[in-house]
């Protein structure tokens, strides 16, 4: 069984200001885990993804999040918000079971910036 | 290279009629999962199918649901007799070789609205 848990439903920044979302997840097997994010009435997009190799990943858009497997946690950070960044973001994970396995998504994080 | 398509964006129906949502995966991708995401909700997995097979459907209602993706064609995800609470929005992913065998790619979604 695999779950995620992204605390706060919502968080508002500054624009300039350190972007913190935070996700936590529950496996029984070495996961593969994933940022999405998705802007007002739009499909998702992927942002990055961690698929065992190095456990700091870089996304598209100046994102990154570390693996911490002793904190069983994938938060995704960036340095500087922009008005831009304002979406909803979604951590989901899945298992290495070749293509072919479903994604469990946390409740997603809704990000608002302030100018 | 086109993405996932998924049509239509948008579609009404009244209750009890049925509703129809087509998804094409990205070329080169033969495995198709459909999400449903509930107002102010994250995804849920509701089916995951390869072609002419239905590979895990323990996400689908066990009434008035039904999926398939046939060997020609795009994937199709069946509602019959519609009630309000099957409001949602519903998103398509693909995977396969292409982009790496664990990365599911989203369309843009069907919202359906019954009233």
């Known amino acids: 069984a695999q779950s995620v848990t992204q605390l706060g439903s919502h968080v508002s920044v500054s624009e300039g200001a350190l972007v913190l979302l935070r996700c936590n997840y529950s496996s029984s097997v070495p996961p593969y885990l994933f940022w999405y994010v998705q802007y007002p009435n739009q499909g998702l997009q992927l942002l990055l993804k961690y698929t065992s190799a190095a456990t700091l990943v870089k996304g598209i858009n100046g994102f990154e999040a570390e693996f911490k497997k002793s904190e069983t946690s994938f938060h995704l950070t960036k340095p500087s918000a922009h008005m831009s960044d304002a979406a909803e973001y979604f951590c989901?994970?899945?298992?290495?079971?070749?293509?072919?396995?479903?994604?469990?998504f946390g409740g997603g994080t809704r990000l608002m910036v302030k100018p | 290279n086109a993405g996932v398509m998924q049509n239509p964006r948008h579609l009404v129906r009244r209750r009890g009629q049925e509703a129809r949502l087509r998804c094409s995966p990205m070329k080169g991708h033969s495995h198709v999962y459909w999400y449903r995401q509930l107002p102010e909700e994250g995804l849920k997995f509701m089916v995951y199918l390869q072609k002419e097979n239905i590979i895990d459907e323990s996400g689908m209602p066990k009434e008035r649901f039904s999926a398939e993706f046939p060997k020609e064609g795009p994937s199709i995800l069946r509602i019959q007799q519609v009630v309000r609470g099957d409001s949602a929005a519903y998103f398509c992913a693909s995977s396969g070789l292409a982009g790496g065998p664990d990365t599911q790619y989203f369309g843009p979604g069907t919202r359906l609205t019954v009233l």
């Open positions: 989901a994970v899945t298992h290495p079971n070749n293509a072919g396995n479903m994604l469990t």
